[in-house]
């Protein structure tokens, strides 16, 4: 069974810092993009970063300079180290991976249940 697990949420004051981690499991053949995404109270789910296989990253402007992604392509996993962090950053936090579970080159989405990250005033 292939799954994502997030790690790493909490509750800090503006102007700290956390990092998410992300791995994945189970049957994998390869890993495609990976990305963090969060979600707002009575918000649509919005990307924040993400990173390819061959570590090209893009990121939202409103977190550009404070967030950084990287991966690790060996342990199937992927971090968010958020710097800087504000009140408007408080969201669930959720990890997407596309994943191939075979030798034929099909990559489907997969999401990590998700985190709360919660920053405080």
């Known amino acids: 069974q292939v799954q994502l697990v997030e790690s790493g949420g909490g509750l800090v004051q503006a102007g700290g810092s956390l990092r998410l981690s992300c791995a994945a499991s189970?049957?994998?053949?390869?890993?495609?993009?990976m990305g963090w995404y969060r979600q707002a109270p009575g918000k649509q789910r919005e990307v924040v970063a993400r990173i390819t296989s061959t570590g090209s990253i893009d990121y939202v402007d409103s977190v550009q300079g404070r967030f950084t992604i990287s991966r690790d392509n060996a342990k199937n996993t992927v971090d968010l180290q958020m710097n800087s962090l504000k009140p408007e950053d408080t969201a669930v936090y959720y990890c997407?991976?596309?994943?191939?579970?075979?030798?034929?080159?099909?990559?489907?989405?997969?999401w990590g249940p998700g985190t709360q990250v919660t920053v405080s005033s």
């Open positions: 997407k991976a596309a994943l191939s579970l075979s030798s034929r080159g099909y990559y489907q989405n997969y």
């Open positions: 189970g049957s994998i053949f390869s890993v495609g993009r």
